[in-house]
């Protein structure tokens, strides 16, 4: 079984910059997570899709920040303009049904410069 | 919201037991999970709980008190590639959102 997929692994911009990162969840899962990991810290939930629908966006920067997910498969998430506390990596998560647990991608790494 | 705390960093002997905390506090609980996560790597699923009590999965087990809101960790015969953060994470009620603590960066000295 393939797993998530996350493109680009790495991401150099100057702040400022706008950027975006591509998730593949895997197939036939519903639920779909985007994490923000800064440095030395536990992964920070950004965003939770159930298919294509918006579950929970609570901490998601939403003036700088944008995600969507819209045929409920992959999903997009948006950077625009990039400040330098945006230095981090991006997780993507897909679960198929409640009462698993989550896979996560090997994640892409942006540095702001 | 939640609030999810862990030691910041341990240290342990390869061969010897350690046992990693987690307390937390939560508007609505519906699950801990144990993840492993290597330095520059995603993190991998270790262990689940919902109910009180003991999973045990060969070497790891983790156990669970929803009243005293507290798990642990526990990682018998320790081996070097132990070497990494064990992450804590809450899953909630309200739209089984996972949380996570800020982890807990272990190192597996000989």
């Known amino acids: 079984e393939a797993g998530v997929a996350q493109s680009p692994r790495y991401k150099i911009i100057e702040k400022r910059q706008s950027v975006a990162f591509w998730c593949n969840p895997i197939?036939?899962?519903?639920?779909l997570y985007w994490y923000q990991q800064i440095l030395g810290q536990g992964p920070k939930l950004l965003i939770q899709f159930q298919n294509n629908g918006v579950v929970d966006d609570s901490q998601l920067p939403k003036d700088r920040f944008s995600a969507e997910r819209l045929k409920g498969v992959d999903s997009t998430l948006k950077i625009q303009p990039a400040k330098l506390e945006d230095s981090a990596v991006y997780l993507c998560?897909?679960?198929?049904?409640?009462?698993?647990?989550?896979?996560f991608g090997q994640g892409t790494r942006l540095t702001v410069v | 919201g939640q609030n999810i705390d862990q030691p910041t960093e341990m240290t342990a002997t390869e061969g010897a037991i350690v046992q990693i905390n987690c307390t937390y506090q939560t508007s609505g609980f519906n699950g801990l999970f144990w993840y492993q996560q290597h330095a520059g790597e995603a993190p991998t699923f270790l262990s689940y709980n919902v109910l009180d009590g003991l999973e045990e999965k060969g070497r790891f087990s983790s156990f669970l008190s929803r009243s005293k809101g507290y798990s642990y960790l526990l990682l018998k015969e320790l081996q070097m590639k132990d070497s990494a953060s064990y992450l804590c994470a809450v899953r909630e009620t309200r739209g089984y959102a996972l949380n996570f603590g800020k982890g807990t960066s272990l190192l597996v000295t000989p």
């Open positions: 197939s036939g899962h519903a639920t």
């Open positions: 998560a897909s679960r198929p049904t409640v009462n698993t647990e989550a896979f």
